[in-house]
């Protein structure tokens, strides 16, 4: 299965490798050059088609875990200040993802969306500190049952140069449905309340609309925890 944002790219690369390997077939005397080229063009079709495989995942619409919006490697796990929206100290866990990953962006919990901002910008690499703020991204905040508001933030990195946003404020979403999609290496930050419990830790790979990020403590499980 590959997500609908690759179709075009899928078949305009598809029909250039048939019109590559059937050329150098025809007017390619060089066997060894013939075969080079035929091989580079079908590598780079499975590439492109390894990018935008877009594997079905289910989830039981867990209000109580916020799981991971993307697959990939933990980079970050720090308190900030977050400034664009919330304006107070926040828990960051940002999420680096390599062209090998899968790039689909899922809702990481059910719930409203509250709000939805596209910014233009650079496009650093995705693990620089100021990626975050100088680089084109989209900011999406989901108010849910349980956790009150949290932020995700899809972030173009050095190969990105396009952020696919499918938030819409006011609609209703479900966790793990998608919730669009970045061409070509980034990162995807959540940024969630201070009194949540982090369950992942630095250089942990995870997995999309599989692994829990952060989960509800209650005043009761947090002096438990004390």
């Given at each position: ?14 029909a ?20 080079a ?10 590439l492109?088609?390894?990018f ?8 039981n ?16 796990i720090?308190?900030?200040f ?15 993802m390599?062209?090998?990953n899968?790039h689909?962006?899922?809702y990481?919990i059910s719930g ?32 849910t049952?349980k956790?009150?508001?949290i ?19 006011g ?6 449905e998608d ?10 930050d ?29 005043k ?7």
């Open positions: 299965m590959f997500h609908k944002e690759g179709q075009t790219i899928i078949l305009t690369t598809f250039l490798v048939v019109i590559i390997v059937l050329l150098s077939e025809f007017y390619l005397m060089n066997q060894w050059l013939r075969w080229l035929q091989i580079s063009s079908v590598v780079v079709l499975v492109i088609l390894q935008f495989r877009n594997p079905k995942r289910s989830t619409n867990l209000f109580d875990e916020i799981l991971a919006p993307v697959d990939g490697k933990v980079v970050v720090e308190e900030v977050e400034t664009e929206y919330f304006n107070e100290k926040r828990m960051q866990v940002s999420i680096f390599s062209p090998f899968v689909v962006t899922r990481p409203t969306i509250k709000y939805s901002k596209y910014h233009p910008g650079k496009y650093l690499v995705a693990w620089h500190p100021k990626s975050s703020t100088d680089n084109e991204r989209t900011t999406v905040v989901i108010n049952p956790f009150g508001e932020l995700y933030r899809q972030i173009a990195g050095a190969m990105a140069r396009r952020i696919v946003n499918y938030a819409e404020e609609e209703s979403v479900h966790q793990g919730s669009g999609f970045i061409k070509f290496g980034s990162r995807v959540l940024l969630l309340p201070l009194d949540c419990g982090i369950a992942v830790k630095l250089d942990q790979k995870v997995v999309g609309a599989k692994t829990c990020i952060a989960t509800y403590l209650n009761n499980e947090e002096r438990d925890l004390i």
